[in-house]
T-cell receptor, first 114, second 116 residues
Framework: QQQVRQSPQSLTVWEGETAILNCSYENSAFDYFPWYQQFPGEGPALLIS?????DKKEDGRFTIFFNKREKKLSLHIADSQPGDSATYFCAASEVNTNTGKLTFGDGTVLTVKP | EAAVTQSPRSKVAVTGGKVTLSCHQT?????MYWYRQDTGHGLRLIHYSYVADSTEKGDIPDGYKASRPSQENFSLILELASLSQTAVYFCASSEGLGGRNYAEQFFGPGTRLTVL
């Protein structure tokens, strides 16, 4: 049973549009949700994160919306740029285990067309 | 900025052979992690360590051993490599979790392992 699910698998938007990437999870104990961005041939890099006590987190063009009751969250990328083309991973962690272990989804491949 | 390096960057191994992947970090981080990534999928945790000379099993430890001889170095060992272990392997490090109990993980560039 996959603990973290992402949709869609791939997404294409035009430059300037808002891209919406979705994530859902099974484990109610997850309470830390980072999103990682990965370019081909590189390791993932932290983009933005949220704790379950919040329902929204903004950082520039990137916003996470979080719904604890439905165990869903989404990453909105406003004014998408071709340089945003990458794979985006939603991850989750239980902070009270004190291990830092992350469980990753399978990712969404975003393509931004100029 | 966090610096995590991995060696080799790519390797071809034969089935049944021994493979050692190395990771080095210069950030004075306490925690280190090994993940594998299969094509089209996310990362899965193999082993991790929060202090030198100690390692912990992750979610998919079977067929892998880990070694943390110092704070800076963390190795992943495949004693008997198998075809199913063909993947990209990523090492990551993070500072001590502290009172927050979570911390950003900094990833290396990955090692592409092909087992023939």
């Amino acid at each position: 049973q996959q603990q973290v699910r992402q949709s869609p698998q791939s997404l294409t938007v035009w430059e300037g549009e808002t891209a919406i990437l979705n994530c859902s999870y099974e484990n109610s104990a997850f309470d830390y949700f980072p999103w990682y961005q990965q370019f081909p041939g590189e390791g993932p890099a932290l983009l933005i994160s949220i704790l379950s006590v919040s329902d929204k987190k903004e950082d520039g063009r990137f916003t996470i919306f979080f719904n604890k009751r439905e165990k869903k969250l989404s990453l909105h990328i406003a004014d998408s740029q071709p340089g945003d083309s990458a794979t985006y991973f939603c991850a989750a962690s239980e902070v009270n285990t004190n291990t830092g272990k992350l469980t990753f989804g399978d990712g969404t491949v975003l393509t931004v067309k100029p | 900025e966090a610096a995590v390096t991995q060696s080799p960057r790519s390797k071809v191994a034969v089935t049944g052979g021994k493979v050692t992947l190395s990771c080095h970090q210069t950030n004075n981080h306490d925690y280190m992690y090994w993940y594998r990534q299969d094509t089209g999928h996310g990362l899965r945790l193999i082993h991790y360590s929060y202090v030198a000379d100690s390692t912990e099993k992750g979610d998919i430890p079977d067929g892998y051993k880990a070694s943390r001889p110092s704070q800076e170095n963390f190795s992943l060992i495949l004693e008997l490599a198998s075809l199913s272990q063909t993947a990209v392997y990523f090492c990551a490090s993070s500072e001590g979790l502290g009172g927050r109990n979570y911390a950003e993980q900094f990833f290396g560039p990955g090692t592409r392992l092909t087992v023939l």
